[in-house]
């Protein structure tokens, strides 16, 4: 199928790329030309014929990771407030480290003005791996 219905998307942080939440609920990231916007009466798909679009994650809070490009208040804040848990952050530092490390990045993510820290959790983990691994 080179035709992916698309439910959601934002320009993404990532150059020529947008973030896109599939009807299947899932997290892409996509080339912004292949992107197909609904007019109202067709929905919005991506044309996926050149198996550009890459699946990052089930989890749904990974597409505002994608573009949101700053939160007015610190990630300890967003975790009280319940937006974001641990499990959210060490998701995204696995996968800003992982696939999304072979995208250019044209904005970071902020957090009350200062860039994302990955929790400790994620660091000890990091760090623990034989390099072979990573």
């Given at each position: 199928?080179?035709e992916?219905?698309?439910?959601?998307?934002?320009?993404?942080?990532?150059?020529?790329?947008?973030a896109?939440?599939g009807?299947d609920?899932?997290?892409?990231?996509?080339?912004?030309?292949?992107?197909?916007?609904?007019?109202g009466?067709?929905?919005?798909?991506?044309?996926n014929?050149d198996?550009s679009l890459?699946?990052i994650s089930?989890?749904?809070?990974m597409f505002?990771?994608?573009?949101?490009?700053?939160w007015?208040?610190s990630q300890?804040q967003?975790?009280?407030e319940?937006?974001?848990?641990?499990?959210d952050?060490?998701?995204?530092?696995s996968?800003?480290?992982?696939?999304l490390?072979h995208?250019?990045?044209?904005?970071?993510?902020?957090?009350?003005?200062?860039p994302f820290?990955?929790p400790?959790?994620?660091?000890?983990?990091?760090?623990?791996?034989?390099?072979?691994?990573?």
């Open positions: 199928m080179t992916i219905l698309i439910a959601s998307a934002a320009a993404s942080n990532y150059e020529g790329m947008d896109l939440v009807e609920g899932r997290v892409y990231l996509g080339r912004s030309e292949n992107y197909c916007p609904g007019d009466e067709a929905p919005a798909f991506y044309d014929s198996n890459q699946l089930d989890n749904i809070k505002h990771f994608l573009y949101g490009e700053g007015p208040v300890r967003m975790r009280r319940r937006c974001f848990t641990k499990a952050y060490i998701e995204f530092a996968l800003r480290d992982g696939v490390s995208y250019r990045p044209i904005r970071e993510v902020t957090f009350a003005g200062r820290v990955p400790k959790a994620y660091c000890r983990m990091h760090r623990a791996r034989p390099a072979a691994v990573r």
